[in-house]
């Protein structure tokens, strides 16, 4: 089935708290640099995906009563690129992404979802992914620790998700055992690198 319309692409980020984010960098850095760190690698992925030029959504991973003052920089960007903003609907990561690629194949046929730490996605690896699911149910973009940071899908079925030990050096082979189980035609792009630890962090910082 060729698509017909571009797909739906979707970032997932965490709302910038201290204490909150990127834990595994806050052991050694502290947690003032580690939010720091989280708040520029979500706005270098967000600028990326802006320059891909397909419709995109920022996806937040909870509902916030109060907006953390830190978040002001890429709220910023996103009122300025007039991208919507919604909330992550779901009890763990499968049932979160399962359901927004659900939505986002109702309303354009296909869905997108990277997410917010990993600067070396590239807007041609976004278009190279959209591609990829001309001929492929879902396409997935590994990354180097066992995960993946970019999944993207146009057709959905019921649990396609579920099980995945997210987080995990397995996540990204028991993902792909679990929608090959379920009929669908997977495909994955060359795997990039993305930003967990501090040596990943200070990878980050040599090439910037």
């Not at 520029?40 to 600028?47: E, N, R, Y």
């Not at 046929?109 to 190279?128: H, K, L, N």
């Not at 579920?162 to 792909?176: C, F, I, K, R």
Request: proline fraction near 6%; aromatic fraction near 6%.
């Amino acid at each position: 089935m060729i698509m017909q319309h571009p797909p739906a692409l979707m970032q997932f980020a965490k709302w910038p708290q201290k204490g909150q984010v990127k834990t595994r960098l806050a052991a050694e850095l502290g947690e003032r640099k580690a939010l720091e760190a989280h708040i520029v690698l979500t706005d270098t992925v967000l600028k990326s995906l802006m320059d891909s030029g397909y419709p995109l959504t920022f996806w937040w991973d909870r509902d916030m009563t109060e907006t953390p003052i830190e978040a002001e920089g890429i709220l910023l960007r996103l009122r300025k690129g007039g991208i919507p903003q919604r909330v992550q609907q779901g009890t763990d990561l499968g049932e979160r992404m399962a359901n927004a690629l659900d939505e986002a194949i109702a309303h354009a046929g296909a869905g997108m979802i990277v997410g917010s730490d990993c600067p070396a996605v590239t807007p041609d690896y976004v278009r190279r992914a959209a591609q990829t699911l001309e001929t492929a149910d879902v396409v997935i973009g590994p990354s180097n620790d066992g995960g993946f940071v970019l999944i993207g899908a146009k057709r959905s079925v019921p649990g396609m998700l579920d099980g995945p030990a997210w987080g995990s050096a397995q996540a990204l082979e028991q993902t792909h055992s679990v929608l090959h189980e379920k009929g669908l035609r997977v495909e994955c792009l060359e795997p990039l690198w993305d930003v967990d630890e501090p040596e990943d962090w200070a990878r980050f910082q040599r090439l910037r």
